[in-house]
């Protein structure tokens, strides 16, 4: 039990301990509803809210607390907001403030917002005016260089080099420098130095990490000794039968944007993103194995427990997308809980992306990804969470045949129209022609590979890793063994 002598957002920490999610969105509602949380604890809120799934509730708590004259605090608002699909609304409140809109953190926010509508030229011309107000934002070189091509001679190049000498004190913006450095000279054709450049940044990267290259691994390795055809039997059935998710999966960068583009592109889908909220709506069974799932079965009050993790995930996605239909959830990272998802959600269905290991490599190792991911920033990391990732695969699309489509990247872009059929035929939605050449310009796209999703489906990518085929053996060494 919760000590109620407390305040209500420790109240809700407690709850969480206890697996009581909906206890605790309860009670940091209560927390909101009180209207006196001071609001230098507000950010706190709105963290806690937005790692149970409690989008309304995170937004609020953010809105609040905005704090008058202060940028940094209107920032995180408008991040929020973005971070939930509400770009648009962002940008419009950041237009309405005229001696804030030009200001160099919101210069870079709106070009952000705009590079994800694919407004290229409106949003150079943005990072463009930041850079010219501030020339040492980091953040903002690398979104420039995103969206750019660079040729040899490019004075951008001098400039980030420059900047990345002088930056010996900040390892932050010099590893973002040399991300973006990297992709400069990339483009212009000299692998070699682009290489030096991604292997400098993963490289800062990784000092400032405490991250455990084996964790994963012998996570993926527990999920898969645990999750055998009996346990699963085992589990109560779900009564949920409101599916409202396509689920594209797949590691980064191996064609689950392209992928989710083409079904957004039928008129039943509404909309779609990289959403990360049923790891939220699985937080009452304290753990992902087994023995967690029917641990929680076991204690839950309710008739119907997986039904209730499957509402609750139908509650974040009408929270997420505020008007009916079908979207795609294209969340990554959620391999380890694959099987809880497709039992949860009786009707769900999974489209599963696979690539060339080493184009996927390569890919991960240069991109710098704002949220995150320690592994890619070792070459054999890479090898060793790819090998854990293979085997999660094989053994949910061995549980769940009928419910998994593997779909291989060089395929899908080589026949897009024949792939567009076989995944509107596994999700059964009713055949549309020619969906994979829809644009829907309005939506926004959020992945890192934003630039290539706005561009026509083409199969240029293939085989990209030979011209870095030299510098891969540490991968390859690690992969094929």
């Given amino acids: ?34 209207g006196n949380t001071a609001a230098k604890n507000l950010p706190s809120v709105s963290q806690l809210a937005a790692h ?24 995180d608002y408008w991040a929020t907001l973005a971070s939930y699909g509400r770009s648009q609304q962002a940008v419009a409140e950041a237009e309405r403030l005229p001696g804030v809109k030009d200001h160099p953190s919101a210069l870079h926010f709106r070009g952000t917002a705009a590079t994800q509508f694919g407004r290229f030229d409106e949003a150079q011309e943005l990072f463009r005016n930041a850079l010219a107000k501030q020339p040492a934002i980091a953040a903002t070189w690398l979104s420039l260089a995103m969206i750019k091509t660079f040729s040899s001679g490019d004075p ?6 420059k900047l990345e ?21 990339d483009d212009c054709g000299d692998p070699t130095r682009a290489f030096d450049y991604y292997s400098r940044g993963a490289a800062l990267c990784r000092l400032r990490s405490g991250f455990d290259p084996a964790q994963f691994g012998a996570a993926a390795d527990e999920v898969i000794r645990s999750f055998t055809p009996e346990n699963l039997a085992r589990l109560k059935r779900s009564g949920f039968d409101r599916q409202r998710s396509l689920f594209v999966t797949g590691l980064p960068r191996s064609g689950t944007t392209v992928t989710e583009q083409i079904l957004r592109g039928h008129s039943g889908v509404r909309d779609g993103d990289e959403l990360n909220l049923f790891n939220a709506a699985l937080i009452p069974t304290m753990g992902i194995g087994a023995a967690n799932a029917l641990a929680y079965q076991e204690r ?22 505020r008007s009916p239909g079908l979207v795609v959830d294209k969340s990554l990272g959620q391999s380890l809980t694959t099987g809880l998802m497709l039992h949860a959600l009786p009707q769900a269905r999974v489209a599963w992306l696979r690539r060339s290991p080493e184009d996927v490599a390569l890919s991960c190792f240069r991109t710098y990804f704002s949220t995150g991911l320690p592994w890619t920033w070792s070459l054999t ?21 009928d419910r998994i489509l593997v779909v291989p990247y060089e395929d899908l872009v080589r026949s897009p129209a024949a792939w567009a059929e076989k995944l509107q035929q596994h999700f059964g939605l009713p055949i549309e022609e020619a969906i994979e ?45």
Avoid at 165 to 185: E, F, M, N
Avoid at 312 to 317: A, L, R
């Fill in 381 to 401: 990391d890479i090898a060793d969470h790819m090998r854990a990732e293979d085997r999660l695969f094989e053994h949910w699309r061995t549980l769940f045949a």
């Fill in 300 to 321: 839950s009050d309710y008739l119907d427990p997986w039904g209730e993790i499957g509402r609750d995930y139908g509650h974040f996605i009408d929270m997420r997308f």
């Fill in 52 to 75: 149970i799934g409690e989008i309304d509730l995170a937004i609020e708590a953010s809105r609040r607390a905005v704090v008058p004259g202060s940028l940094e605090t209107l920032l």
């Fill in 156 to 161: 951008d190049v001098a400039s980030m080099e």
């Fill in 437 to 481: 050449s829809r644009s829907k310009a309005d939506r926004a796209i959020s992945s890192a590979s934003v630039s290539q999703a706005r561009k026509p489906i083409s199969a240029s990518r293939i085989g990209q890793a030979a011209a870095f085929e030299p510098f891969l053996k540490p991968f390859r060494d690690r992969y094929y063994v």
């Fill in 1 to 34: 039990m919760t000590d109620t002598s407390k305040p209500f957002f420790l109240q809700a920490l407690d709850a969480l301990k206890l697996g009581d999610r909906r206890g605790a969105a309860s009670l940091l509602e209560r927390q909101l509803r009180g």
């Fill in 165 to 185: 000498r002088q930056s010996t004190g900040q390892p932050d913006a010099r590893a973002i420098l040399c991300y973006a450095l990297g992709k400069a000279w």
